[in-house]
């Protein structure tokens, strides 16, 4: 049966026809299945560095939300010394944080998401640690934990944003003349309120070791 068929093809002329016909149609396929798997991976790469930057935007923003917490709780703590009242500590907390409702999560890289969305997580646990302070410690010595954890905070945030502009292709952060130093601010902030916490803990831990010598002086006597 197939041998009649070709053999059909050949007497009506038809074989050589689809010689002719049958590459090109091939090669017009190649080339519209090419085409369509370029465009296809534009739009992916488009989509995935509008994604990627919608959470670097969102995550700049939070790390200026945080540095103006820094200044309000800097005040709060002065005012409150000046006043003699706690009433401006009201509301100095670590400010709330969450990604765009309406982002594709499945356009950015799975390694990238999953350090984003510890982000909010780790945020969530700091609230818990202030909000023990604030409930069983001095409420001045709050003002000094916001500020420090609103610092901490800004610069992962920034660092988190960073990375996700870099692994996706999105364009640099260019912070305008009031964020320029924003990074370089909080890194100096950090560094030198952790030099002061590391000093007080080297104090308390002396002054306990000389009343415990102390005591066991008089405990000789």
């Given at each position: 049966?197939?041998?009649?068929?070709l053999?059909y093809?050949?007497e009506?002329?038809?074989l050589?026809v689809l010689?002719?016909v049958?590459?090109s149609s091939?090669?017009?396929v190649i080339?519209?299945?090419g085409?369509n798997?370029?465009?296809?991976?534009?739009q992916r790469?488009?989509?995935?560095?509008?994604?990627?930057?919608?959470v670097?935007?969102?995550?700049?923003?939070?790390?200026?939300?945080?540095?103006?917490?820094?200044?309000?709780?800097?005040w709060a703590?002065?005012?409150?010394?000046r006043?003699?009242?706690y009433q401006?500590?009201?509301?100095?907390k670590?400010?709330?944080?969450s990604?765009?409702?309406?982002l594709e999560?499945?356009?950015l890289?799975?390694?990238?998401?999953?350090e984003l969305r510890?982000?909010?997580?780790?945020l969530h646990s700091?609230r818990?640690f202030l909000g023990?302070?604030?409930?069983y410690?001095?409420?001045?010595?709050?003002?000094?934990?916001?500020?420090?954890?609103?610092?901490k905070?800004?610069?992962?945030?920034?660092?988190?944003?960073?990375?996700t502009?870099?692994?996706?292709?999105?364009?640099?952060?260019k912070p305008?003349?009031?964020?320029?130093?924003?990074e370089?601010?909080l890194?100096?902030?950090?560094?030198?309120?952790?030099?002061k916490?590391?000093t007080?803990?080297?104090?308390?831990k002396?002054?306990?070791?000389?009343?415990?010598?102390?005591?066991?002086?008089?405990d000789?006597?």
């Amino acid at each position: 049966m197939a041998q009649e068929w070709l053999e059909y093809l050949k007497e009506s002329g038809w074989l050589d026809v689809l010689k002719v016909v049958g590459p090109s149609s091939v090669i017009s396929v190649i080339i519209s299945i090419g085409w369509n798997a370029w465009r296809d991976a534009g739009q992916r790469k488009g989509d995935r560095k509008e994604a990627a930057l919608s959470v670097a935007l969102s995550l700049e923003s939070y790390a200026r939300i945080c540095r103006a917490m820094m200044h309000r709780a800097d005040w709060a703590s002065d005012e409150a010394m000046r006043t003699n009242s706690y009433q401006p500590i009201s509301g100095v907390k670590l400010p709330d944080f969450s990604f765009p409702d309406k982002l594709e999560w499945k356009w950015l890289k799975h390694k990238v998401t999953s350090e984003l969305r510890e982000f909010p997580a780790t945020l969530h646990s700091t609230r818990e640690f202030l909000g023990s302070v604030g409930e069983y410690g001095d409420p001045m010595e709050l003002c000094d934990e916001v500020e420090f954890e609103c610092a901490k905070a800004a610069k992962q945030a920034l660092e988190l944003a960073r990375m996700t502009r870099r692994k996706h292709g999105a364009v640099p952060w260019k912070p305008g003349a009031k964020d320029s130093d924003l990074e370089r601010e909080l890194s100096d902030y950090i560094t030198r309120s952790e030099e002061k916490r590391r000093t007080l803990r080297e104090r308390h831990k002396q002054f306990a070791a000389d009343l415990k010598a102390e005591n066991a002086l008089t405990d000789q006597k």
